[in-house]
């Protein structure tokens, strides 16, 4: 009887060995199913981050406009007309700091005047001559209107980069176009390089900022090729941003 009992105790572990051990399998193999899930789940969440970056480095010319556009303007001065885009910190004791060329208001300032006027949508408001930069064709506006300052690169540009200039070609305020950086140019009456792009400028244009997909400044669009197309110039925003505390 013992004998047979202790059979059937042998017969009944060895059949738990089996099913612990088929346990054991299943359980191991429902691991292995897990760590696959989270594999697979770890690499569609890098896949997504970087479709994120992606997207928000992709060129959009309507929200580049949308940003820039209030922030830009027609400036008036004298017989010369140009713009002027507010930028960075407000001025000190309020208002806002705008920057521009040199050579827009360059008539007004050496004849011994600080005044000039911001246009916009039929508005107009009287801004100050701070600084100028006569080699570098820069100057510095204040108003003491309160405007949104555009945000400034902190990097330089890349060749093939995509950008857009807002402007005032021939008086037409609020016009935005596009095209890419060109080249990082040397020029023999600047005192450093320019960045050449291909979007289109007029005369107006000069001040105007070159802005990159981030939304932010580039550049200051100063000087076109008067005998050929698509050869823009700009000042890096970086040199405005050394000579004048407005960044």
Known sequence: MAGAVI???AVTAAAQAVWVGHLSGRLDAAERTVRADRDRLDALDGRTQA???????????????????????????????????????????????????FHVVEDVHDDGGRQVFLEREGARWPATIVKVDKANDLAQLTTKASFTGLATASGGVRTGEQIAVVGAPLGLADSVTTGVVSA?????????????????INPGNSGGPVINSAKQVVGVATAKAVDAEGIGLAVPIDVACRLFPVC
């Open 7 to 9: 059979a059937v105790l």
């Open 51 to 101: 479709l994120e970056q992606r997207a928000g480095s992709a060129f959009d010319a309507r929200a580049i406009a949308d940003a820039a556009v209030p922030s830009v303007f027609r400036v008036a001065a004298g017989p010369a007309t140009g713009t002027a885009f507010a930028v960075g910190k407000p001025a000190a004791g309020g208002g806002t700091n705008l920057v521009t060329n």
């Open 184 to 200: 990082m140019r040397p020029m023999d009456d600047s005192p450093g390089p320019l960045i050449q792009f291909s979007a289109p």
